[in-house]
């Protein structure tokens, strides 16, 4: 391999003769190493029909990214291929896969090119090559590789599918949002993260968002407003009518939610206008309404969900009778449950219990950073008790644990915790529980008693 390397003239010469496993090796040290002549001739060789350079793309120059591309121009300039050569996709930036060359399967999502040549035909080009990407808008520009691959793929659009698997922008200008979806299909995009905008931003969008008719993952994380407090009058108006605007994504399937200010009592429309039911809903970092939560139990679109996130919103001044009949409500589907630094007491939980007792499906339950007593910590593991299929478990430590300043007394951790453990393992044997403090007014850190190690350790 390193004689290869060192004499590429006597590489280039045997690749028809290279054993097949040694393709991903050699490809991914002369990626590295910036051996741009073998990469090249690499391509219209390639044994198998899927090559990921993913994991490579962060850390090369951008010539070994223009040799790739450089072989690809190759293989489509034969008018006869190498019968030698399979390659039919290859996987420029895409988080959820590495250099895997000899995969058998796609690198796509379960089930994705199905759902996509079903539902939208036009997502799935017969075109000769297909390249699957991930593209970042990052402070309003895209980075060096992913402008030349677009720019690539503008050119040989007859030849080339370029398909976006997920779409992120945090921040933006127009004019690199125009020049993408020049070349990129709104209607393809299964997953857009949107970060750190503006109202003028998501107007500005909106004409794109509306074609995204098979969006599967939305993320929405820092939406703000530009303008004044002194323009409230204005800024409601604008909200309205942008949230009366809102696309319907009628396959989305994962909504996540964080830092969205406009959500604020808007919550039934937001979700209102969504046409069907989705299966992950995430929301953190947003202040509710009591009206927002007496929309839950009569929302359609949150009645099969599978995974609900609710996270470091106050919830201490809101009654969660609602809540509670949306958790019966998906008592049947629910897989993971975290209400998490929600400033809930014992009464909120009770308005809880007695339907999260009968979410039978549940594998994973978050609570922690919650405000609870040891005696209403037990009931809530009583009634958790009965959920058997529970995997991981993250609890809050009871207030006792704490002495009237907020400073976490480790030592009273070890004593009740142990307690509460056996209460449980009388109706089942846990598999991964936690009991995690809040922050200590005194150290700044948490402390942590785990089923494991059944000790009181800390974490910065």
Not at 21 to 49: D, N, Q
Not at 255 to 281: A, Q
Not at 305 to 320: G, V, W
């Amino acid at each position: 391999m390193h004689r290869l390397l060192r004499e590429e003239a006597l590489a280039i010469s045997s690749l028809k003769d290279l054993p097949n496993m040694l393709f991903p090796v050699l490809f991914e040290e002369a990626f590295i190493f910036g051996y741009t002549k073998i990469l090249k001739a690499m391509i219209p060789e390639w044994p198998f029909p899927y090559l990921s350079i993913a994991v490579l793309i962060d850390n090369c120059n951008l010539e070994s990214l223009k040799a790739v591309l450089e072989g690809l121009d190759i293989l489509l300039a034969q008018k006869v291929h190498s019968s030698r050569c399979k390659l039919k996709e290859i996987s420029w930036r895409d988080t959820n896969h590495g250099l895997d060359g000899i995969r058998p399967g796609s690198h796509e999502v379960e089930g994705l090119s199905e759902f996509m040549e079903q539902k939208h035909p036009n997502c799935v080009e017969k075109k000769e090559l297909k390249v699957t990407t991930e593209l970042s808008v990052m402070n309003g520009r895209l980075n060096e590789s992913d402008t030349y691959l677009l720019e690539w793929t503008q050119q040989r659009k007859d030849s080339i599918h370029l398909f976006c698997r997920k779409l992120v922008i945090q921040s933006l200008t127009k004019a690199t949002v125009i020049e993408i979806f020049k070349i990129v299909n709104a209607d393809c995009i299964p997953e857009l993260e949107l970060c750190s905008l503006c109202l003028e931003d998501l107007a500005f969008l909106n004409p794109y968002l509306r074609q995204m008719d098979n969006l599967l993952e939305l993320t929405l994380d820092h939406i703000t407003d530009s303008l004044s407090i002194g323009d409230s009058e204005m800024l409601e108006e604008r909200m309205i009518t942008l949230v009366s605007q809102l696309p319907t994504f009628p396959c989305l399937q994962k909504l996540c939610i964080n830092d969205v200010y406009f959500i604020y009592g808007n919550l039934k429309e937001f979700l209102g206008c969504l046409k069907k039911p989705l299966v992950s809903f995430c929301i953190s970092n947003c202040e509710l309404s009591q009206s927002d939560l007496d929309y839950l139990p009569y929302c359609l679109n949150i009645f099969e969900l599978k995974c609900l996130y609710i996270i470091n919103i106050h919830l201490q001044y809101l009654c969660l009778e609602p809540l509670g009949f949306l958790l019966e409500s998906v008592r049947h589907t629910l897989g993971c449950l975290a209400l998490k630094s929600c400033n809930m007491g014992e009464p909120h939980f009770k308005s809880l219990l007695p339907a999260l007792s009968q979410c039978f499906h549940l594998t994973d339950v978050n609570f922690q950073e919650n405000e609870l007593s040891l005696l209403s910590l037990k009931q809530l593991l009583q009634h958790t008790s009965k959920l058997t299929q529970l995997s991981y478990e993250m609890y809050p430590a009871p207030h006792e644990c704490y002495d009237d300043r907020g400073v976490i007394l480790s030592h009273r951790i070890e004593q009740f915790c142990p307690e509460v453990l056996d209460m449980l393992r009388a109706k089942r044997q846990p598999k991964d529980i936690n009991f995690v403090t809040t922050q200590c007014s005194k150290c700044g850190i948490y402390y942590v008693y785990d089923l494991e190690t059944q000790r009181c350790r800390f974490l910065k």
